[in-house]
């Protein structure tokens, strides 16, 4: 019988895996690194929203922003998480820091870019949107009713933040998330310009069914007949889960009484472009988004420049881990860590709840991979920073 700790680590390297956690130097950490990575011009830090939904039901929702430092307010992005379908997995391997890259990419155009998880997902309090459903019934309707209050709530508590401009924001949402957002915007929130729907859907199977097909195109017929918002639905050429075929059918049950919609085909994005939004660089991306923000007269212009990351790659490495490493120093998806050992064997962490868990996460995906008698793995890099020395 595995003990607790064993439990955790099978946990955490499943998690690890299933994430996209594959990617390793030299030596002992010799300093401690921020908590959370920083970019000149942005400030990234945790929010933890106390609201009363609309039903007079406390929650506490999981939230973490990313802005510019500028005392002025700005417009809100309010991103949330898609599902991997299970209580214990969103438990465990949704964190806020999963949409790093999306929200640095609106906060370099001027937004304060929250992501909140919705009940049920990460430290959020409550049960998800899909508790009490099946593939037989998966409650499409509840689920959005679910969606739209947790998104009404955080997004009322995040209006009233000094740094937030509440009249000029956006909506915006991957997978589940995606369908949460295009319910909450059919409830038209004042100040709320514009929702963004990347490859959204609910009821996924194998790419070619869903649960309950009529039920959810039903759900997305009464969202459109109320939605005033502009929206944007954007689906990758091979996405696994939602293909756009799939996708187009929810456009035009949506559509249908509905004249402020744009559907859009992305190219292909690695071995399944349903992560796009999570996973793709801002190049694949923003461009498109920009130019539907542009028509809603809404910020496009980059404020805050990319920072240009140059990390020297731990000497040991061969070729598969010099291009892991290549694109570990790339790579927006933070909170991230690499670990390596001395014979070459490496591993990578990304999208960890802050960087303490990204180092262990490195060791242990290093640990997990290296041949009998190796030395020991130790840290090379945190976030954007070498924190090793050679060992003597």
Known sequence: MRNRFTTRLAKRLFATALLLF??????????????????????????????????????????FVTRM????????????????????????????????????????HGYA????????????????????????????????????????????????????A???AILAGMSAGGFA??????????????VINFDGGRGAIDGKSLCDRAGLLNAYARYGKTAQIPSLWLYAKNDKSFPPAMGKEMFDAYQQENHTAQF???????????????????????????????QQHL????????PKTQLAAPPALNATGKKA?????????????????????????????????????ALSICQQEQRPGAAKCTVYAINNRVVTEKTP
């Open 69 to 108: 430092t500028s005392q002025t307010p700005q417009p809100i992005v309010l991103i949330t998480n898609g599902t991997v379908g299970t209580a214990e997995f969103d438990r465990w391997i949704i964190n806020p820091n999963r949409y790093a890259a999306t929200a640095i990419a609106f906060a370099r």
């Open 22 to 63: 594959t990617v390793a130097g030299h030596a002992d950490v010799v300093e401690h690194p921020p908590e959370y990575q920083q970019i000149d011009g942005l400030i990234r830090e945790p929010l933890l929203l106390a609201v009363t939904l609309d039903n007079g039901q406390p929650a506490v929702l999981d939230a």
């Open 299 to 306: 910020p496009v212009s980059e404020a805050v420049p990319l």
């Open 166 to 168: 509440p009249d000029n």
């Open 113 to 164: 870019a929250v992501v909140v998880l919705r009940q049920g997902y990460g430290q959020s309090s409550g049960a998800a949107e899909y508790a009490d459903g099946s593939c037989a019934q998966p409650l499409h309707q509840q689920a959005g009713e679910q969606d739209t209050r947790n998104l009404l709530a955080a997004f009322n508590a995040v209006r009233h933040l000094p740094w937030a």
């Open 181 to 194: 957002v295009i319910a909450t915007g059919a409830a038209n929130p004042p100040g709320v310009k514009a």
């Open 264 to 294: 859009i085909t992305m190219p292909a994005f690695g071995n399944n472009g349903h992560v796009f939004m999570d996973s793709a660089p801002e190049s694949f991306w923003w461009q498109t988004v920009a130019a539907f923000l542009k």
């Open 325 to 361: 490493f290549s694109e570990y120093a790339a790579a927006q998806r933070y909170e991230k860590a690499f670990a390596t050992d001395e014979d070459g064997d490496w591993g990578a962490a990304y999208w960890a709840r802050n960087s303490h868990e990204a180092a262990k996460t």
